[in-house]
C-alpha cells in the first residue's frame, strides 16, 4: 500500500490496441533468471499451521492460504463485481477518479508514480465504506457492490489479524506482546482492485513493476486463468535470486509480507518484492487487501526481538513518517534504514535528545 500521489489515467484505452504504445514499454523485465520454485500452500486448518506460516515467512516472505475461512462464494462475488466495474465505459469509470490528495477511486496503481512509463492495468482504491465511490458508478444500483466489498472487508480484516497473530506467535512471541485485533479495529481497510487488459506484446509491458506493499501484510485474490503474479525468492542454496511465478489456486489467497512486518519483526522476515505481468489471452484481475496500521502507529520492531546486546535493525518512527520516507525513497526505504549511515543518524539523534 501507499499514498503516493495519484497521477492521471493515460488517454489509450489498453483493449482497443494492437501493439504496446512507447510509453507502456519496459526494458529489463528479465533482471533476474526465473525459477520454477514452488511458493508455499498453507492450509490454516492444519495443526502446523503456525509453524509452516513461519517458515514461510523467513523462507518467502509469501505464501498461499486453503482453509481461510471466506466461502468461495463470496469471492466470486467480488471478482463478479470487480469486472463489472472495470468493464464500465472510461467516462463513468473516471466520474469517481482519484483527485489529488485523494486516496479511493479509479486511477493508475498507486506506485506507478514512480515511473516515467506507463502500467498495463487499471486500478480502483476502495479505502473505508465503499459507498461514496460506487454511488459515483451506478447512481442506482450500488447496493450489491458495497454490500459484497464490506462483507469481505470485514472477513478479510478479522483473517488477517489471525495471521498477524500467528506469524507473532511463530517468530517464539505471545498473545500479551501485539494486540493485533485491536490495533487492526482502528485501522480503516484498504482494497485495491487491479485490472489487466490483455496486452498485445506482452513482453514489452509490465501489469504492475516490482515493489514492495508497506502493509504490515498483504491478502490477494486473483483470478483463475492465466498467471501474472511474481515474486522474488532471495538467493539460497539453490540458486541466485529469482523471480518466481504464484500460479492462482481456486479458493486460495495469496499473502504477502509488507515492510511493516519486515520493522515491527526486527528483520526476522523480509518484505516480499512482487510485480504483476500480462498476458496475450485472458484479462486479469486481483484484489489486494493492504493490512495497514491506524496513523498514530509506532513503526518501531518488537523489543523482544531484539537482542540484549543488540541495536534495533530499523530505527523507530511514526507512521505518516515512514510513509513520507517510502514517497522519496520507494524501493530503497528499507535499505536505507538498515544502512550504517541511518544507524549513525540514529545514533546522532539518541545523544543529540539525551544531551538535552
Ligand atoms: O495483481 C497482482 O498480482 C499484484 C497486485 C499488487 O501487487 C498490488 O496491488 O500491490
Ligand atoms: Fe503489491
Known sequence: MSTLTARPLHQFELNTLSHVPDVYAWSALNDLPYGDDVVPVVDLESPDAVGLIGRACEEWGAFQITGHGIPLHLLDRVEAQTRRLFSLPTAQKLKAARGPGRLSGYGLANTSSFYSNIFWSEGFTIVGSPHDDARKLWPEDHEEHCCVMEEYNRLIKD?????????????????????????????????????????????????????????????????????????????????????????????????????????????????????????????????AFFCGPPPEFNVAPMEKLIGPNERPAYPAMSWPEFLSLKRKLYNKTLEYLRSPEQEAEDHKNTSETTNQ
Open 159 to 287: 483473517l488477517s489479524g489471525r495471521l498477524l497473530r500467528w506469524m507473532m506467535l511463530a517468530m517464539g512471541l505471545h498473545d500479551e506482546d501485539m494486540d493485533w485485533a485491536g490495533l487492526l479495529s482502528k485501522a480503516d481497510p484498504v482494497l485495491q482492485l487491479n485490472y489487466y487488459p490483455v496486452c498485445p506484446e506482452p513482453d514489452r509491458a509490465i501489469g504492475i513493476a516490482h515493489h514492495t506493499d508497506s502493509s504490515f501484510i498483504t491478502i490477494l485474490y486473483q483470478s483463475s486463468g492465466e498467471s501474472g503474479l511474481q515474486l522474488v525468492h532471495r538467493e539460497d542454496a539453490a540458486g541466485p535470486a529469482r523471480w518466481v511465478t504464484v500460479p492462482p489456486r481456486r479458493g486460495a489467497l495469496v499473502v504477502n509480507v509488507g515492510d511493516l512486518c519486515e520493522i515491527v519483526f526486527n528483520g526476522r522476515i523480509r518484505s516480499v518484492m512482487h510485480r504483476a505481468i500480462v498476458n496475450r489471452t485472458q484479462t486479469r484481475i486481483s484484489v
